[in-house]
């Protein structure tokens, strides 16, 4: 939408959109992004994330055995020209569509039919137990 001009047949006077202007000022003011310091070889810098993303990193340092800080430094070592929170926001899907490739679904047995078949098996399996001691009883 321009500002001041006409929309869809409809004027906007100023008062609309300053009404419209500070509606939306309260919308983008609110954020959810953390702020966190971490280390970087020796120096520290802060990092403003979603808390997914923090949620993810600590995933990944989990699953790598290393500390947030390395996970950063490895990062940052590797970055090109991104700002390092960029950097890491695109480490993290790279990390996880890795994961996500065909071959890394049929290891774990989701994302696939076969998975789904050896699931409901299982689940089939514990209702016929179930339903057996409840027989007995």
């Not at 390395?70 to 950097?87: G, H, K, M, P, Y």
Request: proline share 1%; charged share 25%; net charge positive.
């Amino acid at each position: 939408m321009v500002l001041g001009k006409r929309a869809m047949g409809d004027h906007l006077d100023q008062g609309s959109l300053n009404q419209r202007q500070d509606e939306g000022h309260a919308f983008r003011g609110t954020s959810t992004l953390v702020n966190r310091n971490v280390f970087v070889g020796a120096r520290r810098t802060s990092l403003r994330l979603e808390p997914a993303m923090w949620d993810a990193l600590a995933e990944i340092c989990r699953r790598e055995d290393m500390t947030l800080h390395q996970l950063c430094a490895l990062i940052d070592e590797r970055r090109r020209a991104s700002s390092l929170t960029a950097a890491i926001r695109v480490f993290i899907v790279n990390y996880f569509r890795s994961a996500a490739t065909e071959e890394g679904h049929a290891g774990i047995g989701h994302g696939s039919l076969y998975g789904a078949r050896m699931r409901a098996r299982d689940a089939a399996a514990v209702r016929h137990a179930t339903r057996m001691r409840a027989a007995r009883v």
